[in-house]
């Protein structure tokens, strides 16, 4: 699935901070921050969906922003690029790059974890 989230976060410096964050993320195409609102363009497994459900559902909860919108599609419907690539580290790390700690996490036990790191339960693609 591709996601297109615009997020309201009432800041610029807000923005540019969670724009960072997510900068490494394995699934982000796309994130920047344009005055005070996060705009991020993603590829998201299913396994992942419910999170990203969540952002739609409780922005303030889950990405600390005061509104989302969140527009998505079947990854066959995006014209480009043809195959997303995810970005990987060269080895697996101990927290994710969005600095989340994937065994802390409360959502660990029915999210595969993040495809960057050591706790990741699923299928690592390399190509």
Known sequence: MCGLLIGETGSAEKAEQKAKRFKDCP????????ADKL???????????WWMDGIREKPEETL?????TLLTTDEAK???PEKF???LPQEKLDVAPCGTDCK????FERCPGCPATIYYKGVRQED
Not at 27 to 34: E, R
Not at 40 to 46: D, N, S, T
């Open 85 to 87: 690539k995810l970005r």
């Open 39 to 49: 705009v991020w363009a993603c590829f998201i497994p299913e396994k992942h969906w």
């Open 78 to 80: 995006v014209t480009y």
């Open 104 to 107: 802390e996490c409360p959502s």
């Open 27 to 34: 699934y982000t195409a796309f994130i920047g921050a344009f």
């Open 64 to 68: 600390g922003l005061k509104s989302a």
